[in-house]
């Protein structure tokens, strides 16, 4: 006796990317978007970067950006 069976995958939403601080109904296809979506939106990298050469100073507080170089 044999049984066919045929196994069909369900999709799911799991492949479905959902930003955590949004909460609205808006979902990512995939998790580079939603990755670029919070970076740019509630996690900006830098903001300021210090234009002086070779100074690598980067923040996102102004007040940090102007106060390192009085700091010598
Ligand atoms: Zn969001
Ligand atoms: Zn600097």
């Known amino acids: ?7 069909r995958p369900i999709r799911s939403d799991i492949s479905k990317y959902r930003c955590v601080i ?3 109904a808006k979902a990512y296809r995939s998790k580079g978007t939603l990755k670029r979506h919070v970076s740019t939106l509630h996690f900006p990298d830098v903001i300021y970067r210090c234009p002086i050469e070779g ?3 980067e923040t996102w507080r102004r007040d940090n950006y102007h106060a390192h170089h ?3």
Do not use: I, L
């Open 1 to 7: 006796m044999q049984r066919m069976r045929t196994y």
């Open 22 to 24: 949004c909460k609205d």
């Open 55 to 57: 100074c690598s100073e």
């Open 70 to 72: 009085n700091r010598k």
